[in-house]
């Protein structure tokens, strides 16, 4: 079985692809670096409580969305956070 952390890792990649986002721009959102977000991401480091409050204002949800899986998780990003697709390719919205 799955451990929270393995699910968390899971949705929060799927919410950087919808979003178009790499480590380094969810590093900046989330006010870490990009090797601590390698780390957490490749699970050799956990991601903590505040980081998950973290997230989840970056993605504009109630963190316990985060916690209930990726479709879910990315079923209530924000329509102006989602990247759009334009000819194939994946473009990154712009956030201001």
Same mark, same amino acid.
């Given at each position: 079985?799955?451990?929270?952390?393995?699910?968390?890792?899971?949705?929060?990649?799927?919410?950087?692809?919808?979003?178009?986002?790499?480590?380094?721009?969810?590093?900046?959102?989330?006010?870490?670096?990009?090797?601590? =977000?390698?780390?957490?991401? +490749?699970?050799?480091? !956990?991601? @903590?409580?505040?980081?998950? %409050? #973290?997230? *989840?204002?970056?993605? $504009?949800?109630?963190? =316990?969305?985060?916690?209930? +899986?990726?479709?879910? !998780?990315? @079923?209530?990003?924000?329509? %102006? #956070?989602? *990247?759009?697709?334009? $000819?194939?390719?994946?473009?990154?919205?712009?956030?201001?």
């Amino acid at each position: 079985m799955s451990s929270t952390e393995q699910h968390l890792r899971v949705t929060v990649a799927a919410l950087m692809y919808a979003t178009g986002e790499d480590q380094r721009a969810l590093a900046m959102g989330v006010g870490l670096t990009q090797p601590q =977000i390698s780390r957490k991401q +490749g699970g050799h480091a !956990a991601w @903590s409580l505040a980081d998950v %409050d #973290r997230l *989840a204002a970056h993605y $504009g949800m109630a963190p =316990i969305d985060l916690l209930c +899986g990726a479709d879910h !998780a990315v @079923s209530r990003l924000p329509a %102006d #956070r989602r *990247a759009s697709v334009v $000819g194939g390719t994946q473009t990154v919205l712009a956030i201001t």
